[in-house]
């Protein structure tokens, strides 16, 4: 059986990737980032043990080595290289800074397109005829444009076609590999996904991201201000496209199982999630009314009002769009196996309320709290 080399595999996605593939007996090679307080070995058994509700144990099919992706070889001695990318492997690269704000610009770009171009360098230089390189991008690099997002590449942009650095990074990535592509025969292959949320049959969510952010935001104002009225400038009819955490496994798995993969598959929802939905599970889950107004100005804004629009500085430039995912090359993947049949390809509106509420039910009270959860709508 080949081996899979994993980077960022201590990131929320990664390591759900590889708890499945432990769990079908594939050998793993995680690669993470160590400090002086935590070693990497220590990150990447503690995020499994949360995973598996604290039952992981250490598994001898799973190998971590600590990196250091700006570094020339990942700064390990070519005996440890050589070591990692013997024999027969996929590659898949996951390590990103997932931040959005202007002044982390050099750290994005860094992270995301230099922390790249050096995965590339260790990989050729390792890399036998049937190694894959699979690359770990975002739905999002589709940027500002309008209509469907196709599952292709599409050329550069200056940052005014992009919602953040972030995207506009993705973008660069993704035609940087192009050119490998095209110059050096790299074997690669593009993975987009949409906004990943939790488990769509359990309802379990472990990670903190977009709605969730958001719900943790309303969670802590909704205790120190209880039972106010909150207009958020929202427009309610635009949708947010989600995508379980268990049918982006389902899908890694098929591109680790096929031989044949598409060069770009768009991990997207079959369906989008309108704004008014996940608004109304917030509110049902805390003592809030969520008001979504379209055309809500600043100078309108009460006190409270204004700090949830700072809090929304990120989420703000989702919350207006309703994207179109292509999926052809996706459903290709998953074609002819009952891939279906064990995976809802629609998020449906009651998963995304579960996981909210699983999500909601786990965070610590707030300091000084006076208030309990609320279990009835609001709004
Ligand atoms: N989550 C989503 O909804 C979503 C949507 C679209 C695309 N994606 C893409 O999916 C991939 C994984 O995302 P995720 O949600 O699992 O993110 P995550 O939990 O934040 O994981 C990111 C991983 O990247 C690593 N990383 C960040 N900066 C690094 C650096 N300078 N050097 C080495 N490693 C670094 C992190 O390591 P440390 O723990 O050491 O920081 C972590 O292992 C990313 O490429 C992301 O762009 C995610």
Known sequence: MKKIIINGANGYIASNFINQLLKENYKVIALVRGSKKISADERMFKVLSEINDEEYISNDKLTVHSYSLDEYNFGMPQEQLQDIFNGEFDYYHFAASLKYDRKSKNEIFGTNIDGLKNSLGVYTEHANASSRFFFISTAYSCGKMDGLFEEKFYDNADI??????????????????????????????????????????????????????FAKRMYSLSHRYPNETVRIKVDPEATQNLIPINLVVGYLMRTVIIKEVPQIMNFTSKNAIKNR??????????PINIVPVENLKKAEMSPLERLVSVGMSFTGSYININLQFETKNTDLLIAGNGFSKHYSLETEEQSIFDMLAYFVGNLPAPRGSKTTRKNEATV
């Open 160 to 213: 005014s076609a992009f919602r953040n650095y972030y995207e506009q990074s993705k973008r660069y990535a993704e035609n940087i590999i192009k050119n490998h592509i095209e110059e050096k025969g790299l074997n690669a292959h593009i993975i987009r996904l949409s906004q990943v949320v939790g488990d769509n049959n359990s309802g379990i969510t472990k990670t903190d991201y977009g709605i969730f952010d």
């Open 277 to 286: 939905h996940i608004l109304q599970s917030v509110a049902k889950l805390m």
